[in-house]
C-alpha cells in the first residue's frame, strides 16, 4: 500500500513538476516576446521620429561617453548634423540663440551624451550644467535624445533637481544593439511651450 502510494505522489510530483516548468516557459516566452515587441515598437517610432526631422544638433562625446554617429538610425536623420565644440567656446545661452535662429520651427532633434540616464529621463553630467542651459533656452518642441552605454543607465530613477532639464527618449547603446526608451518626462511635468520667443530670452 505504502509502495502505491509513494508510486501515486511520485508520479503525481513528475507531472506537476512538468507541468510547472511547462507554464514556466510559457510564461518565460511570452514575457520575452512582449519584451521584444515593445523595445521594436519603441525603435520603430524613433526611426519614424527621427525620418520627419528636417536636421540635428549633436554633441561630441568627450571622455567615455557613449559614440552614436556610427549608428545607422542616427544616420537616417535628413540634413546635416551640427557638432559642438568639445570646450562649449560660444557658451550655452548663445549656442542655443544661434541653433533658434538656424532652425526656426523645424523638426529638429538633439542628441545628448550623459554620464547617467535613468528611464525617466533624468540626466546626470559633469556638474557644470552646460546642457541644462542650453536645453533651457532651445525650441521647446525639438526632440531631447539622451545617449548612454549601458553602464550607464540607470534601471532606479536618479534625483532630479529644479534646473534639470530632462529628454524625451533613452537610447542606451549595448555591445551589439541599441535600446530605446519614450520617457514622457517633459510632458508630464509642463505644457510644451510654443512661442519660440519666450523660449530664446
Same mark, same amino acid.
Given at each position: 500500500m505504502s509502495g502505491s502510494i509513494s508510486r501515486c505522489l511520485g508520479a503525481w510530483r513528475d507531472k506537476s513538476w512538468v507541468l510547472l516548468t511547462k507554464r514556466w516557459g510559457m510564461f518565460l516566452?511570452?514575457?520575452f516576446f512582449y519584451t521584444f515587441s515593445m523595445g521594436n515598437k519603441q525603435q520603430e517610432k524613433?526611426?519614424?521620429l527621427l525620418a520627419r526631422?528636417?536636421?540635428a544638433i549633436g554633441y561630441a562625446p568627450l571622455g567615455d561617453e557613449a559614440e552614436y554617429a556610427d549608428s545607422s538610425l542616427f544616420k537616417s536623420v535628413a540634413s546635416k548634423q %551640427?557638432?559642438?565644440? /568639445?570646450?562649449? &567656446?560660444?557658451?550655452?545661452?548663445?549656442?542655443a540663440q544661434l541653433c533658434n535662429e538656424?532652425?526656426?520651427?523645424? /523638426? %529638429?532633434? %538633439?542628441?545628448?551624451p550623459g554620464v547617467r540616464f535613468d528611464a525617466r529621463g533624468t540626466r546626470k553630467g559633469r #556638474?557644470? #550644467?552646460w546642457y541644462d542651459r542650453f536645453l533651457s533656452k532651445i525650441h521647446p518642441e525639438w526632440i531631447r535624445i539622451g545617449i548612454i552605454g549601458a553602464g550607464g543607465f540607470s534601471r532606479t530613477a536618479l534625483a532630479r533637481q529644479e534646473w534639470d532639464e530632462p529628454v524625451d527618449w533613452v537610447a542606451v547603446r549595448g555591445a551589439s544593439s541599441w535600446k530605446f526608451y519614450e520617457t514622457h518626462a517633459r510632458h508630464a511635468r509642463k505644457p510644451l511651450r510654443r512661442d519660440?520667443?519666450? &523660449? %530664446?530670452k
Open positions: 516566452g511570452v514575457s524613433l526611426v519614424f526631422c528636417n536636421g %551640427i557638432f559642438l565644440p /568639445k570646450n562649449g &567656446a560660444d557658451g550655452p545661452y548663445r549656442w538656424r532652425y526656426g520651427n523645424k /523638426k %529638429i532633434c %538633439i542628441f545628448v #556638474g557644470g #550644467g519660440l520667443s519666450r &523660449a %530664446i
